[in-house]
């Protein structure tokens, strides 16, 4: 019998060229890369090189941090109007046993060009015990967990930190205040150069009972000052990551209501601060260059909601803008409760959130503004 000839099978490679991959991977949502980076290792060194535009990798990543719940994972969430009540889980995040076993509560701190810090305290019966701080990639699952030691004769139970970055010197710090003979005290660790708490100054009279939020090389919180007539205002105060020292920048001025529940927070690329004034009506500012304000809008929350938001809860009655979608409406969160679209056009608000269903979790969201797959080691010491 004649044998049949072998056909000829030309072999090729069975990969995409890599400019056609570079292309699908900046059009893939960013949470997904992690995953592409297993496929092969042409697939990890293309993500790893890749260039993407922010504006459709980065938009939509947002971690989600729940108060009074038992769930100790981070969640990695969706936020659009067009999902059901304007939000979708996309994945999650589990430390390992030793970082959050037993009756432990994470919260994160702030999130800084890439990285999330995060806050482990764990419940004893007796006595206080501080929480641990770790800072985590979540593009790589890769967190540093610091050291818990405190300051010589330090007797502190409560720290509020806040993670930031110097620009000029690449170099990640960790800032955290204390309350200390009636001054918050405010020590530094700076990472790749120390190994250690570092005083870098004093805050007079308080601040309040949030984190630190980074914008621009600069650690923000709201403080109180001393006014001639022995009354308090309420201030902001910046601590630049270049020089580790502090500048107060005042309230805007508007009228004799300063409002309540303040909140400070980066939106579209611009530190903004939010003021409830008046019945549930918040005004929006936004900090310009030279540290001064400009109103942006007021918002108004619709009147269903008035009567639904607990009197007592860890958050207050603070309002968070989260992103602007991409017909002009500015999606924000309320209270850690509910979520609610801003439409500036018509100055109306729309509810996201189902009221029928009782929440029992309330939520503050941190958006991820850029990514690092490099280790996160180097990261910190500002040597990638």
Known sequence: MEK???????????????????LIFSKLPFFNLPTCRLVSATWNN?????????????????????????????????????????????????????????????????SCSGLISLLITKRRRRGHRPGVVCVLNPMTNEYFKLPTFRSKGDSVKDYFYGLGFSPRTKQYKLARTHYVCHEFIVEIFAFGTSCEWTPVGSVP?????????????????????????????????????EDD??????????????GDFPYIGVYNDTLYLTLCCGDFEYHVWK????????????????????HSLPRHHPIGYCLQLIKACEDGNILCLCAGLY?????????????????????????WVYQIDSFNFNSLHNILAGKC
């Open 339 to 363: 979520l609610i679209l801003y439409d500036p056009k018509t100055e109306t608000t729309e509810l996201l959130t189902d009221q029928d269903f009782e929440i029992k979790k309330h939520m």
């Open 46 to 110: 293309l993500v790893l090189s890749c260039k993407f535009d922010p504006s459709i990798s980065i938009s939509n990543l947002f971690f989600a941090h729940f108060y009074s719940c038992r769930d100790r994972n981070l969640h990695c969430v969706d936020l659009d109007p067009q999902h059901l009540e304007g939000m979708s889980t996309v994945a999650s995040f589990t430390f390992h046993p030793n970082v959050s076993s037993g009756s432990c509560k994470i919260s994160i701190i702030n």
């Open 4 to 22: 049949k000839p072998k056909s000829k099978i030309k072999t090729t490679n069975s990969e995409l060229p890599p400019d056609i991959l570079q």
């Open 245 to 258: 020292k502090f500048k107060q920048i005042s309230f805007p001025l508007d009228g004799d209501d300063e």
């Open 205 to 241: 009279y308080f601040l309040n009972e949030y984190h630190g939020v980074y914008f621009n090389g600069g650690l923000y919180w709201v403080g109180g000052q001393q006014l001639p007539n022995a009354g308090l205002s309420d201030v902001i105060y910046r601590l630049d990551l």
């Open 287 to 306: 900090m310009e260059e030279d540290f001064s304000w400009i109103k942006e809008f007021v918002l108004a929350l619709p009147e269903n909601v008035h």
